[in-house]
């Protein structure tokens, strides 16, 4: 039984096009974010969501917009496709829920590769 | 802002021989520590993590971490590599007071020599 999934695992498009993936953890977590790593294997946040609620929101272009339908999913919807979006897209989920620290696991990942 | 440096981003080591892997830290609060690993292709996985007990950390793997908050650190070690060990390791903080945020480092990629 996978914890976290991600699809699609490999995403090829063209710049402009609009496209998601989709995140399921099936641990009962509360929290569940996306990452970024970039082609150096930098990895940075982008967002996270606590019970459907957007709790991190960081430096991240308005085309990206994270949706929430129940708490067990979180998807990544990004319109206008650029060169630089380009990357590895990582889905984690944790039972932290406020103040509280605990284990984020991560999906595999989804490599977007922008053309 | 809190922030994470690891030095080297490539580590190769015999089989058998010692592992270290450096992590420093920097940040206005109490931190929380973390080692993941990335094996190719994959997510990250957690190795181990410091939230303010044991100084000494023990991981997964034969890992280990010591937390030294005079020298702002947190390395990564292990006594004897395994070809196993291969992969890409990443080095976090997070500040528990607010909204959990994992910062990373750089990542390391560790290279086992037979």
């Not at chain 2, 997070?94 to 290279?111: I, M, N, Y």
């Amino acid at each position: 039984d996978t914890a976290v999934s991600q699809t699609p695992k490999y995403l090829v498009t063209q710049m402009g096009n609009d496209k998601s993936i989709k995140c399921e953890q099936n641990l009962g977590h509360d929290t569940m974010y996306w990452y970024k790593q970039d082609s150096k294997k930098f990895l940075k946040i982008m967002f996270s969501y606590n019970n459907k609620e957007l709790i991190i929101n960081e430096t991240v272009p308005n085309r990206f917009s994270p949706k929430s339908p129940d708490k067990a999913h979180l998807n990544l919807h990004i319109n206008s496709l650029e060169l630089g979006d380009s990357a590895v897209y990582f889905c984690a989920s944790s039972g932290a829920s406020g103040g509280a620290v605990d284990t984020q696991y991560f999906g595999p990942g989804t490599r977007l590769t922008v053309l | 802002a809190q922030s994470v440096t690891q030095l080297g981003s490539h580590v190769s080591v015999s089989e058998g021989a010692l592992v270290l892997l450096r992590c420093n830290y920097s940040s206005s609060v109490p931190p929380y520590l973390f080692w993941y690993v990335q094996y190719p292709n994959q997510g990250l996985q957690l190795l181990l993590k410091y939230t303010s007990a044991a100084t000494l950390v023990k991981g997964i793997n034969g890992f280990e971490a010591e937390f030294k908050k005079s020298e702002t650190s947190f390395h990564l070690t292990k006594p004897s590599a395994h070809m196993s060990d291969a992969a890409e390791y990443f080095c976090a903080v997070s500040d528990a007071r607010g909204a959990q945020k994992l910062v990373f480092g750089q990542g390391t990629r560790l290279t086992i020599n037979p």
